[in-house]
């Protein structure tokens, strides 16, 4: 799936996966009633594993109200290996930037 200019694996029902110890860029997704995704919150991480996936995260209350549901909650992964925090903020502030999350606010 591409999200901006870039490629994300998934997304995946949040509830049924189960985070990598990978460096990455997140987005937190939700299908609308036209059966497309809408991006809720854009994230980043050195290590997936450790980001409080799937309901321990700060903003999953958020996640939630906004899908309308848990099982409605979505996450796609741009894996970044080798990356520095500089690196991901960067893709993160983009994508902020185009899609104006309401859970990042």
């Known amino acids: 799936m591409d999200i901006g200019n870039y490629d994300f694996e998934g997304p995946y029902q949040l509830d049924n996966w189960n985070p990598p110890s990978r460096a990455g860029v997140?987005?937190?997704?939700?299908?609308?009633s036209?059966?497309?995704?809408?991006v809720d919150y854009v994230g980043e991480s050195e290590n997936l594993s450790e980001r409080g996936f799937p309901w321990s995260h700060h903003r999953s209350d958020?996640?939630?109200?906004?899908?309308?549901?848990?099982?409605?909650?979505?996450i796609a992964i741009h894996y970044m290996p080798y990356s520095t925090q500089q690196?991901?903020?960067?893709?993160?502030?983009?994508?902020?930037?185009a899609y104006t999350p309401g859970c990042n606010g």
């Open 87 to 97: 690196q991901r903020t960067a893709v993160e502030s983009e994508l902020i930037r």
């Open 62 to 74: 958020c996640w939630i109200q906004s899908a309308g549901s848990k099982s409605n909650v979505y």
């Open 26 to 32: 997140y987005c937190i997704l939700h299908r609308n």
């Open 34 to 38: 036209n059966n497309n995704y809408n």
